[in-house]
């Protein structure tokens, strides 16, 4: 039974038999992945499914004879700053504000194994 997509702007589609998924479709792809629908779920799930599909075979449909593959559709330029070494922070300033230090290193707690 071919399901009827109902589209986010309130109009309705029309199943396109290329598209049409059964809701035993939905029920056995469901079974396959191990997920266990109820029957809302499986109307709910059938119809989506339907609309992506829908989807799908509107975009396999356009002509697209002659167009180069892309991967972007803009030409990307290197977003990124230059890297450029820059000054650090003070190590005294910062153990300074360290809750606890040992040496010149922040001594944090032991979080596994036993101390050595």
Do not use: K
């Amino acid at each position: 039974m071919p399901v009827t997509v109902a589209l986010y702007d309130g109009r309705v589609d029309q199943p396109n038999p290329r598209t049409s998924i059964s809701p035993a479709e939905v029920a056995h792809v469901a079974r396959l992945a191990r997920l266990a629908l109820s029957e809302e779920e499986l109307s709910m799930y059938t119809t989506q499914l339907a609309a992506v599909l829908g989807h799908a075979a509107d975009i396999a449909a356009l002509d697209i004879e002659g167009t180069p593959p892309t991967a972007h559709p803009f030409p990307l330029a290197d977003v990124f700053r230059e890297d450029e070494p820059r000054p650090g922070l003070d190590r005294d300033e910062v153990l300074s504000q360290a809750p606890d230090v040992e040496g010149p290193y922040f001594r944090i707690p032991r979080i596994m194994g036993d101390a050595p």
